[in-house]
């Protein structure tokens, strides 16, 4: 099955710097690539996602790039604020393919000081 | 749109009795849904993906017998741990594939189960 593996673990900026998340998926088959952001005791919040026929994408300040060659996929946030402030996860996905299954990533914890 | 709701948020059991939680996609149909497992500073697990109609489809070193499944309706699917033990404690969330827009996973609120 797919192996997402996601880094780093723990990720601690000050307020206003950039912030890279990275992730590594196994399966050239997947081709749905979604970022979640969680909050403690909270749902994951999906905040953007990327498909496989498209390389980068971007919304405000919150960019996802892909290169489906290395199979690896980054999120970029930049101008960060404490708000940002929670667990990222990766996750993949084959689409109909695999039932619309998603694998996540282990998680990065961002902590953005003031 | 695309509101999925648990229900309870939480519940604390004794050890040996049986727990169920629902979900609801509240404002489209849903004929796939899924239960992950998350302990406390770790990521999602998948346990089970649900289908309206049709058995649930379990993952590899999941229990069916223990976590029973059932998906009656395009909106409701429900787990039922049963003979809940302390290592059950977990935080249980469900997520919900819009019919329309089968990519994208809708997820609830999260229902923190703990077993005393």
């Known amino acids: 099955g797919e192996n997402v593996e996601q880094h780093p673990s723990t990720l601690s900026v000050q307020e206003g710097d950039s912030a890279v998340i990275k992730c590594t998926y196994s399966?050239?088959?997947?081709?749905?690539f979604p970022w979640y952001k969680q909050e403690l005791g909270k749902r994951p919040q999906l905040i953007i996602d990327?498909?496989?026929?498209?390389g980068e994408k971007k919304d405000q300040r919150i960019a996802v790039t892909l290169n489906k060659t290395a199979k690896h996929f980054s999120l970029h946030i930049t101008e960060t604020q404490p708000e940002d402030s929670a667990v990222y996860f990766c996750a993949a996905s084959m689409g109909e393919t695999s039932g619309s299954r998603l694998t996540f990533g282990e998680g990065t914890q961002l902590t953005v000081n003031p | 749109g695309a509101v999925v709701s648990q229900h309870p948020s939480w519940v604390i059991c004794k050890s040996g009795t049986s727990v169920k939680i629902e979900c609801r996609s509240l404002?489209?149909?849903?004929?796939?849904m899924f239960w992950y497992r998350q302990f406390p500073k770790q990521s999602l697990m998948l346990m089970a993906t649900s289908n309206e109609g049709s058995k649930a489809t379990y993952e590899q070193g999941v229990e069916k017998d223990k976590f029973l499944i059932n998906h009656a309706s395009l909106t409701l699917s429900t787990l039922t741990v049963t003979s809940a033990h302390p290592e059950d404690s977990s935080f249980y969330i469900c997520?919900?594939?819009?019919?329309?827009?089968?990519?994208?996973?809708?997820f609830g609120p999260g229902t923190r189960l703990t077993v005393l």
């Open positions: 404002d489209f149909q849903a004929t796939t």
């Open positions: 990327i498909r496989s026929n498209v």
């Open positions: 997520s919900a594939l819009r019919d329309s827009l089968r990519n994208e996973q809708f």
């Open positions: 399966d050239s088959a997947s081709n749905y």
